[in-house]
């Protein structure tokens, strides 16, 4: 197992496409994690998962955000009508948490960074 | 709400120093916490997980402590190397589980 992998690590698009980026976690992982980066600031959280189940959403992801982790594997966040306050770098993250508090390291992906023109 | 702080934002240190970063966070109910290491443009690596009954963890040059009651973390490195220059940040669990983090402190080693 090679760690969190992310795909695709950049993606320019114009303003109003929709995006789609894919996570895959570390096999076995049972929790995964969005964030967000912009320059100079550390990540923000979108939203995490609890195998299949999306447990918490952050409000900064807005109606035009949404996030699947069909079968409890890899995870895809697609952004609709991007704006250009999307430009950012989006991260993914894994651990192998049980139900309970967080008590195991958390594993980020390279990250996609997205630029809206 | 928790906010975590790191201090100093920016630090340049000749080769071969000793080290200190700080990072203060405002609820002591934390679960555990991270550190992190990332380069420019990059992912962020994993350096150190402390959970919140520990005092301290070690890896190599690295040596985390954590005081929970004061609500700090120090990281500090050892005989400071070029390949250490990239950006540090801490990250807390409480309450909900996701990580909270800091803007991070970024480092510049001078050979």
């Known amino acids: 197992d090679t760690g969190v992998s992310q795909d695709p690590r950049h993606k320019i698009t114009k303003r109003g496409q929709n995006v789609t980026f894919r996570c895959d976690p570390i096999?076995?992982?049972?929790?995964l994690y969005w964030y967000r980066q912009t320059l100079g600031q550390g990540p923000e959280f979108l939203t995490y998962?609890?195998?299949?189940?999306?447990?918490?959403k952050s409000r900064l992801l807005s109606d035009r955000f949404s996030a699947e982790r069909p079968k409890g594997s890899f995870s895809t966040l697609e952004i609709q009508r991007t704006e250009q306050g999307d430009s950012a770098m989006y991260l993914c993250?894994?651990?192998?948490?049980?139900?309970?508090?967080?008590?195991?390291?958390?594993?980020f992906g390279q990250g996609t960074r997205l630029t809206v023109v | 709400k928790q906010e975590v702080t790191q201090i100093p934002a920016a630090l340049s240190v000749p080769e071969g120093e000793n080290l200190v970063l700080n990072c203060s966070f405002t609820?002591?109910?934390?679960?555990?916490l991270q550190w992190f290491r990332q380069d420019p443009g990059k992912g962020l690596t994993s350096l150190l997980l402390?959970?919140?009954?520990?005092r301290e963890q070690t890896s190599g040059r690295l040596n985390a402590s954590l005081d929970k009651s004061s609500g700090r973390s120090t990281l500090y490195i050892a005989a400071s190397q070029p390949g250490d220059s990239a950006t540090y940040l801490c990250?807390?669990?409480?309450?909900?589980?996701?990580?909270?983090f800091g803007t991070g402190t970024r480092l510049k080693v001078l050979a």
């Open positions: 609820d002591s109910a934390i679960y555990n």
């Open positions: 998962f609890q195998n299949e189940a999306q447990l918490e």
């Open positions: 990250a807390v669990t409480s309450g909900t589980y996701k990580y909270i």
């Open positions: 993250a894994s651990s192998l948490d049980g139900t309970g508090p967080p008590d195991t390291e958390a594993f």
């Open positions: 096999s076995e992982h049972n929790r």
């Open positions: 402390i959970q919140s009954s520990q």
